[in-house]
C-alpha cells in the first residue's frame, strides 16, 4: 500500500526557473515530512523538513509548503542550478520516531543551463 | 565527523546464497534503520534497532534478519537470495528513538544473478 504519492516522475527546469514537487499522504498519524535529496551513487541526504504545526517553512532556495486538510505537501526549487539536478524524495513518519519513514517514489530533477 | 559508514561498497551475489551487509552509526548514534531502496522507487523501511533490540520491521519475508551490537554498528543479512533482492541497501542512524531526524550512509549495491 503506497502511503505516500510523489509527482511528478521527472522534471525538467531551466536555470533560474521554479521546481515544484508534489507529495500527498495517507496516514493521519504522520506529524513529520522531510524531504530528502539523492546524488547518483550516494544515499539520501536530509534537505528540509516541516512539521504539521506550520503552513511553510523556507530555507535558502527550498521551501516546503504543508496543507494539512489536503493531507499534501510540496518543495519548491526558487532560482534553480544545474546543481539541484538530483533525485529527490519526500517522506513521512511521527516525528517521535523518524527511523521508520514512508517514502515516495522520486522526483527526478534536471536544470538545464 | 564521520556519517554513517556501510560496507560493502558493492556486492554481487548469485540466487540462494547468504549475504551479509554492515553499517557504522555516527558517533553518539544509537538507533540504526535499514532500507532497501529499488531501482526507481524511494526506500523502503527493513528494520530499526535501539539499543540491541528490533523495534521495528517493515514488510519483509523472515529470509531478512538483522542486529545491532554493544557498539551500535548493525548487521543486515539476507538468505535464500532472490533476483528481486538485488537493491540499494541503506543504512541510517539517528540518535536515539525519539528524534525526527535520521542521517543516511551511502548504501550498499547487491546485485544478484
Known amino acids: 500500500q503506497q502511503q505516500v504519492k510523489q509527482s511528478p516522475q521527472s522534471l525538467i527546469v531551466q536555470k533560474g526557473g521554479i521546481s515544484i514537487i508534489n507529495c500527498a499522504y495517507e496516514?493521519?498519524?504522520?506529524?513529520?515530512f522531510p524531504w530528502y535529496q539523492q546524488f547518483p551513487g550516494k544515499g539520501p541526504a536530509l534537505l528540509i523538513a516541516?512539521?504539521?504545526?506550520?503552513s511553510e517553512k523556507k530555507e535558502g532556495r527550498f521551501t516546503i509548503s504543508f496543507n494539512k486538510s489536503a493531507k499534501q505537501f510540496s518543495l519548491h526549487i526558487m532560482d534553480s542550478q544545474p546543481g539541484d539536478s538530483a533525485t529527490y524524495f519526500c517522506?513521512?513518519?511521527?516525528?517521535?520516531?523518524?527511523?521508520?519513514?514512508?517514502f515516495g517514489d522520486g522526483t527526478t530533477l534536471t536544470v538545464k543551463p | 565527523d564521520a556519517g554513517v559508514t556501510q560496507s560493502p561498497t558493492h556486492l554481487i551475489k548469485t540466487r540462494g546464497q547468504h549475504v551479509t551487509l554492515r553499517c557504522s552509526p555516527i558517533?553518539?548514534?544509537?538507533?540504526v534503520s535499514w532500507y532497501q531502496q529499488v531501482l526507481g522507487q524511494g526506500p523502503q523501511f527493513i528494520f530499526q534497532?535501539?539499543?540491541?533490540?528490533?523495534?521495528g520491521r517493515g514488510n519483509f519475508p523472515d529470509r531478512f534478519s538483522a542486529r545491532q551490537f554493544p557498539n551500535y554498528s548493525s548487521e543486515l543479512n539476507v538468505n535464500a537470495l532472490l533476483l528481486g533482492d538485488s537493491a540499494l541497501y541503506l543504512c541510517?542512524?539517528?540518535?536515539?528513538?525519539?528524534?525526527?531526524?535520521?542521517?543516511f550512509g551511502p548504501g550498499t549495491r547487491l546485485t544478484v544473478l
Open positions: 517522506a513521512a513518519s511521527k516525528s517521535t520516531n523518524a527511523g521508520k519513514s514512508t
Open positions: 496516514n493521519t498519524a504522520f506529524d513529520y
Open positions: 534497532y535501539y539499543e540491541k533490540e528490533e523495534r
Open positions: 516541516i512539521r504539521p504545526d506550520v
Open positions: 541510517a542512524s539517528s540518535l536515539g528513538l525519539l528524534t525526527d531526524t535520521q542521517y
Open positions: 558517533s553518539g548514534h544509537k538507533s
